[in-house]
C-alpha cells in the first residue's frame, strides 16, 4: 500500500513538472495564462512567475492585462522579493490607477519599500523611500482600511532614522569630538521633538558639554561648566527619574566643586 502511494505521489509529481515544463515551452500564451493562474491559486507562487514574466507583455492593453500584472507583482511580494515586487505594483497603480485593486497594490507596493528598509546604522536611502512611498499612499488613500498599518510602518522608519541620528551624536563624543557631538545633538533634539530617545538624547548631550569643559583649557572651562549644569536642569526637568540619574549626578557633584573653585 505506502509503495502504491508512493508510486502514485512521484507520478503525480512528475505530471506536474511535465505540464510547467511544456508551458514554459508552449507558443499558446492561454495555456501559460491557465496554468500560471493555477499555480498562483495554489500558492505555488514562484513558478506561477516565471510563467507570467513570459506573458505579461502578452497582455498590454488588454482585459486580462490587469490581473495578470497584478498577479505578477504579488507573486513577488508573496515570495519576498521586494525590490521586484515594489517595481512591478508600481507598475501596476501607474497602469490601473481606477483598478479595484489599485488601493491594495499601491500599499503593497509601499510595504515593499518598508521591507527593504536596512538596519539603522546601514545607508538610509531605501528607508527615506519607503516613507515618501507610504506617506504618497496616505495622501492618497486618507480613508483607507491599511491607513494604521501605514501609520505603524511610517513611525517604525522614523524611529530608524532617529535611532542612526542618535548614534552618530554619540560616535561624535566617542571620538573625542565634542563639539560636534553637542551640535549633532542640538540639531537632534530639534528635529526630533516627539522621538522615543528625547531622554538618551539630553542625557548625552550633558555627557558631551561635561566632556567638552573637563577637557578644555582653564579660560574656556567656567562657561562650559555652566553649559553642562544647563543640561543636567533640562534633563532632570524633563525626566527627574531618568535613567541616568546615577552618572548625571556624579558629573554634577564635579562641575560643582569646579563652579566653585571660580567663583573664590
Given at each position: 500500500?505506502?509503495?502504491?502511494?508512493?508510486?502514485?505521489?512521484?507520478?503525480?509529481?512528475?505530471?506536474?513538472?511535465?505540464?510547467?515544463?511544456?508551458?514554459?515551452?508552449?507558443?499558446?500564451?492561454?495555456?501559460?495564462?491557465?496554468?500560471?493562474?493555477?499555480?498562483?491559486?495554489?500558492?505555488?507562487?514562484?513558478?506561477?512567475?516565471?510563467?507570467?514574466?513570459?506573458?505579461?507583455?502578452?497582455?498590454?492593453?488588454?482585459?486580462?492585462?490587469?490581473?495578470?500584472?497584478?498577479?505578477?507583482?504579488?507573486?513577488?511580494?508573496?515570495?519576498?522579493?521586494?525590490?521586484?515586487?515594489?517595481?512591478?505594483?508600481?507598475?501596476?497603480?501607474?497602469?490601473?490607477?481606477?483598478?479595484?485593486?489599485?488601493?491594495?497594490?499601491?500599499?503593497?507596493?509601499?510595504?515593499?519599500?518598508?521591507?527593504?528598509?536596512?538596519?539603522?546604522?546601514?545607508?538610509?536611502?531605501?528607508?527615506?523611500?519607503?516613507?515618501?512611498?507610504?506617506?504618497?499612499?496616505?495622501?492618497?488613500?486618507?480613508?483607507?482600511e491599511y491607513l494604521d498599518d501605514a501609520n505603524v510602518l511610517i513611525r517604525e522608519l522614523r524611529s530608524k532614522l532617529e535611532k542612526k541620528d542618535l548614534e552618530i551624536a554619540k560616535q561624535y563624543n566617542r571620538i573625542k569630538d565634542y563639539k560636534a557631538a553637542i551640535k549633532s545633538l542640538d540639531n537632534f533634539l530639534s528635529n526630533y521633538p516627539g522621538t522615543v530617545y528625547r531622554e538618551d538624547a539630553m542625557y548625552y548631550?550633558?555627557?558631551?558639554?561635561?566632556?567638552?569643559?573637563?577637557?578644555?583649557?582653564?579660560?574656556?572651562?567656567?562657561?562650559?561648566?555652566?553649559?553642562?549644569?544647563?543640561?543636567?536642569?533640562?534633563?532632570?526637568?524633563?525626566?527627574?527619574?531618568?535613567?541616568?540619574?546615577?552618572?548625571?549626578?556624579?558629573?554634577?557633584?564635579?562641575?560643582?566643586?569646579?563652579?566653585?573653585?571660580?567663583?573664590?
Open positions: 500500500m505506502k509503495r502504491f502511494l508512493y508510486i502514485a505521489i512521484t507520478a503525480a509529481l512528475l505530471g506536474s513538472c511535465s505540464e510547467f515544463q511544456k508551458a514554459l515551452k508552449s507558443e499558446d500564451t492561454k495555456v501559460k495564462y491557465d496554468l500560471a493562474e493555477k499555480l498562483y491559486e495554489k500558492g505555488d507562487y514562484k513558478k506561477a512567475n516565471r510563467l507570467f514574466e513570459q506573458i505579461v507583455p502578452q497582455y498590454a492593453g488588454k482585459p486580462q492585462g490587469e490581473r495578470v500584472v497584478y498577479f505578477h507583482a504579488n507573486a513577488y511580494y508573496q515570495t519576498k522579493d521586494y525590490y521586484l515586487a515594489a517595481y512591478q505594483f508600481d507598475r501596476f497603480s501607474k497602469s490601473y490607477p481606477r483598478s479595484d485593486k489599485a488601493e491594495e497594490a499601491a500599499f503593497l507596493g509601499a510595504r515593499s519599500y518598508y521591507m527593504l528598509s536596512p538596519k539603522y546604522s546601514l545607508d538610509q536611502t531605501e528607508t527615506n523611500t519607503a516613507l515618501d512611498k507610504l506617506q504618497l499612499f496616505i495622501n492618497s488613500y486618507p480613508d483607507s548631550r550633558m555627557l558631551s558639554s561635561y566632556n567638552l569643559a573637563v577637557n578644555s583649557i582653564y579660560v574656556l572651562q567656567e562657561e562650559r561648566y555652566n553649559d553642562t549644569r544647563d543640561a543636567y536642569n533640562t534633563l532632570k526637568r524633563y525626566y527627574p527619574e531618568t535613567q541616568y540619574t546615577g552618572e548625571a549626578d556624579k558629573m554634577m557633584a564635579t562641575v560643582e566643586e569646579e563652579l566653585q573653585q571660580f567663583s573664590k
